[in-house]
């Protein structure tokens, strides 16, 4: 089966959770009526279904190919990334000025999703742009962005992040590479990054490659690291296309999953140097490299619940088709293998994962929005730590939940899910790389420590607490079961991350090592408990509606079931967390390396 | 790396939770003396390190291919087995009289995890001549075995399973191969099976492939299956070889995992009649299986249990190796990743999970020894009461950790892990089948729910939950920290799992699709309350070793500080399984099929 946006979901979501007319008010986002909305999501859901999702299962089975430094990509792929770029998907988020079409991050979050549930190899090379265009926005000089940003935008050209080294991958301060200054304004590079999605390809005429390295100068570490632009074509005053940079690619990776996606090895400077440009200033690089990783950690966040979705969704079908076994209260013949309770109890858990992670990140999505136009400063303020601290939770908990509703799709196909053909294996071995590339999750658990809950002692954290508790006395006062019960174990999973909070800020100074043992179990809480927090106000939402007798009652009610399968199956596991994170460092760190 | 045997858990678990020397003292097992049980070990060991696991990755790189009906294995594979025959690897646990080492179970266990540890794909063929074995030995005519079971004993012949067809999955009831006496004793058979293991292989003379087929007046249904031998090449009076039999290879799958191992389509009778000989009497076919799922199920439990071993070990060799960022509380320069706390957590939840499922299933093991062999009928039954209760959790429980083991270990591996190279990715794809294959989790989960909890009203349950109550008290009752707290998590997992076990015998009647939307979650608490029971015993006899002063202090405190983490990390998930099985059925069967 193909891929079918949900689109009804997601309208949900903006609408009623993430505040999508809140967001079109703001100064700056009035272009986001929800009229445009509709539009924009409705077409993209049918470029994205129609021209994208169909190349697939190509990518994983024609993989991107190399061979004397060129690479090939999957057949098809060219041709629907320049439909891509002539339809202006590239821009959907970037400024006016530039070509781009200046919506909102809420607007674009769900063309992210739809494009990632297509083809999350294909996705990857507008992403990598998106991210080279946010650093040029944010630390570019007007000559820079002058040459490089309309090209970007409009998918002319595409851009890439070069971080990773062969001994330097989580750890930048390990970073090599060189840059020598040529007197000119510019500087010539030399070294080797591994890992680079999207190094080389034949998708676009010209690569735009940013990259960390390092001036004769610099100090050590992560504080001599800058960053330069380093394009595969050197670009003339006109625009125009100029020599050859020495920057090659010498070999793409063999993956487990997203095939398609070549990821190269680069080498710079092999023949006289790669020339670049210093973006912004000298030893500034992560600086700027932050930045524009929040928004890639968002991404890669993003490409989760993607891929969960479209793993539910393949699953679903199946389940719906598949014949086997009677159905265990009647008698009659063998039934679809949906009517079979632990098959419905694996479909329930990937879809309210799935929908719970969707809603976390677009509220988050809809915070970057407020915190960038707001009039109020102090709204500006709250929303922005609101955002700081959801975009590890969004990167690091919807990619771990993608892993784990993938290998449930496997598992819903049985033997078929095993086979290659059928096609749930793909997502299984795409999914594997999400929790890793982007920071891993242990990265981002201790961004979600270090500098999300113990910089301002927590007061992020409790801010947000005192939202979750808002919305548990909402559901407590409901008059249904449905919605009780929910509150209830929101309410539970509330006092087990306000615990860990406590912990974490308590401990940090005493035994920085008894709290970073518990960083993963902390970013799995606060996923939990805070995908768990937006399927409760969903469920109010819905509840309201079914009240009002407006809209689709049976989604309505489908919602407030998804909501209670989440509280009563997924929350449950706050506790085990609370347990893990407040009790159970000892344990992680009592042996020794070599009894290991 | 390669594969190193863990010989010395394997001792701790044989000799202080699964009680060898009360195996060794049962009547029939007397050649299990520490000696020769060492002697096994030893040097199976040394032949599965040596020259099985080597051919592990190549199996990966280079799958068996077909041509022409003919399968040809990946290189090495077809020499390698023909040493396993030679040094008599295939008759451990079966009997003397047919040329095999007459030992338990539970000595034959470790074996298993081995041969399964060093090379999945490769144990695949000797686990099916098992079960072959096993259902020749159970049901087959004095003649039968004579002609068969030396030769599959002794490595010349292999044998396959032949359940599944394309439209028969899961459900047996919709098995259509049928058989048509021939009037000399012989049967025809016509059909078509699928997903066959080793149904066609270069490595040995004949196959003697068991398959379930129907004869034209059998009844509808699982009760109308009958057991036929169905050769390969047709076995002479003599015993020698005679025609090729009409069962023929079509095909074999693309499979994302255990690629060496040949997965057949056979097409039995397409020209003229595939000729069979029946076992035991017809329409008892299924009941035969069963006897052999049974044993079949255990090895599969092991094979999770092999995969997460070998996972761990490649995970925790690349932590001590790979140089990256610094210690958290240290200021010098990069160390090795293991002293991260998070990687530290993955470790030990691979380590834990891995040595609580084997000691589960060594102790299962040895009641199925006991079960067998006792002078005394009453406990002769007891124990097989335990051992039928543990056979779907073994093989569920073990099988479903493999998967987040084996996920975990890539992770250890950052980016790395991600390249087909590296080798991690190998164990997560082919880990993925083992929760499918043998019978899903879901059908263990039925298995645990209906023939093994419900059946005798919980009372093997509640037996056994009496034994974890009684570790638990001498945990409390133990003058450490470590084991009062192992103690006290314990103690809360028993009571979850009562709760749940008086839930599914109390509401089996009432509301049997309730009973069984929690069957999974059932299985999954089973095996982390008796796992981390084993580790609460493990943990008390390294207690008792350590205030002995006897053997290695190291591995001793290392598996009380094991004990410990599955106590705190594993254990406490076992309150979020009640609250699923609980409370959480109706959001599990809320919606209707086309809401999904």
Redesign the interface.
Known sequence: MSYRAPLQDMQFVLNELAGLDKVGALPGCEDATPETVDAVLQENARFCSEVVAPLNVNGDREPSSWKDGEVTTTRGFRQAFQAYAQAGWQGVQHPVEFGGQGLPKLVATPCIEMLNSANLSFALCPMLTDGTIEALMTAGSRAQQETYLARLISGAWTGTMNL?EP?????L??VRTRAEPQGDGTYKLFGTKI?ITYGEHDMAANIVHLVLARTADAPAGVKGLSLFIVPKFLVNADGSLGARNDVHCVSI?????IKASPTAVLQFGDHGGAIGNLIGEENRGLEYMFIMMNAARFAVGMQGIALAERAYQKA?HF??ER????D??GSAG?V?I????????M??SM?AQTEAARALAYVTAAAHDIALHHADAQVRQEQDAFYEYMVPIVKGWSTELS?DVA?TG??VH????????TGA?QY??DA??L???EG???IQ?NDLVGRKTVRDGGATAKAILAQVRATTVQLAAAESDSLQ?IGR?LALGADALEAAVDYVTGNIKAD???V??????YLKLAGIVLGGWQMGRAALAAARRLQDGQGDK?FYQ?KI??A??F???IL??S??YR??IV?????????D?D??
């Open positions: 990773t001994q330097a991958g989580s750890d301060a390990l890992f990776e063999h993956k487990m999953g679903a389940a719906k014949i086997q076994s009677r265990l209260a063998p679809a949906i009517h079979q309770p632990d098959v419905r109890r479909l329930m879809r892993v290998s496997v598992q049985g033997g078929m899910g095993f086979i290659e053909e294996a299984y071995r594997r790389i929790p890793i590339y891993t999750t242990a658990a019960a174990q920085i090592k008894a970073f043992a518990g960083s993963v179990p049976r489908a079931a998804t209670r399968f509280a009563e199956h449950p596991q506790a085990a347990t893990e009790e159970g460092a000892g344990s992680v760190l009592a042996l390396a009894q290991f």
